[in-house]
């Protein structure tokens, strides 16, 4: 119940008939995100492999520089089509903070997938719905329930089984750190204007993070090689896609109802690490992903039976 309740900050005040008509709004808002989020770590799963496979040859902050500007390009022509209104910077000192922990992020998560195996860093990566769920119940005044509680608590065992002893050195750091600047580039949506348009919220997050990383660029510069323009190209267009996607349903859905989609994108990580990387399935691995995952159909079901109780009761009455 609480769950549900958490969807409710972003109902109009003075909705007074809430059980008649919140199980039919709030569930097909929730499964929408739901599927939006399994496509956008689909598509940021894609993201990945192109770091891993063409990483090594190029240089970090030109790749990073180029992809924004790549970024930027994509979303100009949406962002044109905007009202004046729109468009305006809104909130700028968010979309601040969001860019560079987007520049951030993006700097460890590409050391990461270089030294990691996919489904290793995708462990730690995919930890940042856990800490989704507590910064939206420290940060956000969000109630949890026991479900999320439990959640949390199994996710975090999950992470520490899957890393086993010898993989604890800075890498892993740099992964840790991935997870919390996605939880909180996620939940920084929520304290932007409701007005603030998506292509706008990705445009100017984007133009916030390229004046660093092009002073970066300038500092590291190696020679430009047509495998840099590639991978930024790729990463361009699935953090773009993941972005709007992401912003999306955050803004729309409670964080505690939709968060465990995330978890979809450690199944993607371990198939294409097995089958495109040859990557060993380890028991440990396997079992920390399990832990990690069995939550997301433990919620499901709570969530389902919920709302099947919840719409009996008026008919009932």
């Known amino acids: 119940m609480a769950a549900k309740s958490l969807n409710t900050s972003n109902a109009p ?15 097909p808002t929730a499964l929408v995100a739901i599927i939006g989020l399994l496509v956008g770590n689909l598509i940021l799963t894609l993201g990945d492999i192109a770091i891993k ?12 520089a180029i992809r924004y500007l790549l970024t930027l390009m ?6 044109r089509r905007l009202s004046a209104k729109q468009r305006a910077p809104s909130g700028f000192k968010i979309h601040l903070l969001r860019g560079h922990l987007s ?12 030294h990691l195996s996919l489904a290793t860093a995708n462990v730690i990566f995919y930890a940042a719905p856990l800490v989704t769920l507590l910064l939206a119940r420290i940060w956000l005044k969000q109630a949890l329930t026991y479900v999320q ?18 993989e604890l050195h800075w890498t892993v750091l740099t992964a840790i750190t991935v997870a919390f600047t996605v939880a909180l580039f996620n939940l920084l949506s929520c304290k932007m204007p409701k007005n603030q348009a998506m292509p706008s919220m990705v445009l100017w997050g984007n133009l916030s ?32 896609l993941y972005q709007v996607i992401a912003a999306k349903a955050y803004r729309n859905s409670s964080a505690g109802e939709i968060v465990i989609a995330e978890y979809s994108g450690l199944l993607f990580a371990l198939l294409i690490g097995i089958f495109s990387f040859d990557e060993p399935a380890h028991w440990y691995t396997l079992t920390g992903i399990s832990l990690i995952i069995l939550p997301m159909a433990w919620q499901s079901a709570h969530l389902y039976r919920k709302r099947a109780s919840t719409m009996q009761t008026p008919s009932a009455s």
């Open 149 to 166: 509680v439990t959640q949390v608590c199994l996710g975090f065992i999950g992470v520490m089984i899957a890393l086993r002893p010898d």
């Open 53 to 64: 496979s063409l990483g090594a040859s190029v240089g970090l902050f030109q790749y990073l």
């Open 74 to 79: 994509l979303i100009w022509p949406i962002w």
């Open 209 to 240: 993070a390229l004046p660093l990383s092009v002073v970066l660029a300038i500092i590291f510069w190696q020679p430009l090689q047509i495998e840099m323009l590639i991978l930024a190209a790729i990463v361009a267009i699935t953090t773009t």
């Open 13 to 27: 005040a003075h909705q007074s008939q809430p059980s008649q008509s919140r199980p039919t709004q709030v569930a």
């Open 103 to 114: 520049l951030l992020g993006a700097v460890c998560a590409f050391y990461s997938l270089l």
